[in-house]
Structure formats: structure tokens, C-alpha cells
């Protein structure tokens, strides 16, 4: 295809073809005047002697969007910053969930990656490619949250037989190797266990919610004193004095041990 | 003196090094049809030898491909950050070149 000039049929068609795709993305918020926008990109094909098709474009029109994003993310204006975060979390959370289906993961993945692109971004070098760093970014994030999670879920199905276990032991087994009764029985285990600590007059409220969130969701200390509004070390007072309590009660009765506690 | 440089993290640096952009560019080359074996051979060497950029690579590609499907482009408001991150530190300034 010939390269367009600004008085070809055909460089108005690739104009239309620009501000129609802008106006069905949340990009549109971000650009100022979407026919300027579009001979931009075209511009900037033609200009590297490209030819312009449908490939070159798109390529370059999200180039130009990311140098718009980063331009919004450092700047001074923080109307400006916000809108630009509030952007970017809204593509990565759409890119998080082509690889990821829980959309609690996804969110969280994208939430963090937007912190880590806020502490990071001064080594970005060059605004068009921003959106690619980031997507970076938001891969080792949900990365990291993902095998956490599998770990996680490996800690929870994996509580051996009554007849199989020592005192106290607790052993990790692919999910997949256990039988319909065995999963069954952890979920109860899991259940009762959550009922347990519902239903025991031995923890005040607060170190309910505080033992259901460290042990049994197995939430981050630091996530959990932030959620509940308290220091860290408010929070270590109050699972130390939880924990007591609870080996207080596993020294008259086995049955908090049969859940695999490790306390 | 000895050398105190743990191999799992030089190596796991190394990863690192290689998986930002670089793999970005790759994925981005290889779905254009480019040889990406000559054009980035310290991404392929390391694609055969690590998991972890292996993974890192799958990923990076089912979100390009998706991006290039159209499938990231939307006008839904879908993600509501949360921005108090914002009020920690004043405004970074970065040395940009575009």
C-alpha cells in the first residue's frame, strides 16, 4: 500500500478506523482530541517509512496510548496522576484475566502491580513502551500471588488419615492423589474447624477474627493488621494471647490437634 | 576470600534481567513472524533453560495475543483501584526519553 498523505481517501479511512477504535476503549478518557491522535500514529508510521496497514497500526497506536499513560502517571497534577493509575489498573486487571480466572487473584495481582509501577517508575526509559513494562510488572505479580495460592491450597487439602497420623504430623499430597472421601474430609475438617473457633467462648471477638484470618485464611500478618486497622505488633500481642488461650485448650482436649493446628 | 556470590540468585538475576522488557519484545516479534532465534538468542538460551522465564514468556503471550484479538480494548470500568498508595510518596519525576 502506498504510504497516505493528508489528502488521500485512504488516510481518511485510517483516521476513522483510529478515532472509531479510541472511542470504544477507556482510552478515549485520556486523549484529548481523538483526530489529532490518529494522524499522530499515522504520522509516525509514515514518518519510519512503514507501510500503514491494520498491524502497523495497531502496534503504534498503543504506543502512542502508553506514552499518553506514562505522561499521565508522573505527572505533577494529581488529578491527572489518578487518572492515569485509574487507567492503567483497568487495562492490567483486563490483562490479568486472559491468564487468570479468579477474579479476586486477578485483582490483587493488579493492585499490586500498580504499587510496584508507582515505586518503580523511574526506570522507565521510554514512555512508549510503558504499557509492555507494566505488563511485565503485573506477570510477576501474579506470578508470585499464584504459587502462593497453590502452596496455600496444598496446605489446606492436606491433612493425612486418623489411622495415618502421628501425633501432631501433617503431611502435603497432591490434591488430584486424594479420593472424593478423603477431600470430603478435609473440607469438613477445614469446616469444623472454622465452626470451632465461631462457636469457642475461650477467644474474645477480636482474636476470632484475628485466628480466622492468620490461620485458617492464612492472610499475611502485615495484610491483616492493616485490614483490622491495628500495629503489627498489636497484632502479634493479640495472636500470642489468642494462641495461648487455644494451648491452653489443646493441654484438656485433642480435638483442636485432630485439625492439624500447628500451634 | 571466598567467592560468597550464591549461584541460585546470580542465576535467578539473570532471569530477571532477561524477563522484563526483553521478553515483551520477543513475544511481540515471534507473533510478527520474525526469526526471534537470532534476534534475541539470550531470550531463547534462557527459554530452554528456565522454568520460570518460561512461564513468565506463556503469559506475556496469551496477553499480547489477546491485545492483538482486540480482547484488552474495552470501555467497561471493570477495576477500581485503590490509590492511597499515591498519598505516601510526592510525585516521582522520572528522566524520560520518548
Known sequence: ?263 | MANKTDPARTKRAADEEVNDLTIAEYVAAELDGQPVAQLFPQVQEQLQSSAHTRKIYEHLRAIELAEREGRLDSKERTFTADLSFLKNKGVIRAKTHR
Open chain 1, 1 to 263: 500500500m502506498c504510504l497516505p498523505s493528508s489528502s488521500d481517501a485512504g488516510f481518511d479511512l485510517w483516521i476513522t478506523d483510529i478515532t472509531t477504535w479510541l472511542a470504544g476503549t477507556r482510552w478515549l478518557a485520556a486523549v484529548d482530541d481523538p483526530h489529532t491522535f490518529a494522524r499522530a500514529v499515522l504520522r509516525s508510521i509514515t514518518d519510519r517509512g512503514a507501510t500503514v496497514s491494520a498491524k502497523t497500526i495497531g502496534r503504534e497506536r498503543l504506543l502512542h496510548i502508553s506514552a499518553i499513560v506514562y505522561d499521565l502517571c508522573i505527572s505533577p497534577d494529581r488529578s491527572r496522576q489518578e487518572q492515569g493509575y485509574t487507567l492503567l489498573g483497568e487495562y492490567l486487571f483486563r490483562a490479568a484475566r486472559v491468564i487468570e480466572e479468579d477474579t479476586a487473584l486477578a485483582q490483587d495481582a493488579t493492585q499490586e502491580a500498580l504499587e510496584q509501577t508507582y515505586k518503580k517508575i523511574r526506570s522507565v526509559r521510554h514512555g512508549r513502551l510503558f504499557l509492555w513494562w507494566c505488563k511485565t510488572v503485573l506477570v510477576h505479580s501474579l506470578q508470585a500471588l499464584q504459587e502462593a495460592r497453590n502452596k496455600r491450597a496444598l496446605r489446606y487439602v492436606h491433612l493425612p488419615d486418623d489411622d495415618e497420623r502421628e501425633p501432631g504430623e501433617t503431611r502435603l499430597v497432591d490434591p488430584e492423589q486424594l479420593s472424593v472421601e478423603q477431600s470430603v474430609d478435609n473440607a469438613l475438617r477445614c469446616a469444623s474447624l472454622r465452626r470451632w473457633v465461631a462457636e469457642t467462648r475461650l477467644l474474645t471477638p477480636r482474636q476470632k477474627r484475628i485466628v480466622q484470618l492468620v490461620f485458617i485464611e492464612e492472610h499475611n500478618t502485615s495484610a491483616v493488621a492493616h485490614m483490622l486497622g491495628i500495629s503489627l505488633g498489636a497484632l502479634y500481642v493479640a495472636l500470642y494471647r489468642a494462641k495461648a488461650r487455644l494451648r491452653e485448650s489443646i493441654e484438656r482436649t485433642d480435638e483442636l490437634r485432630a485439625f492439624g493446628l500447628d500451634l
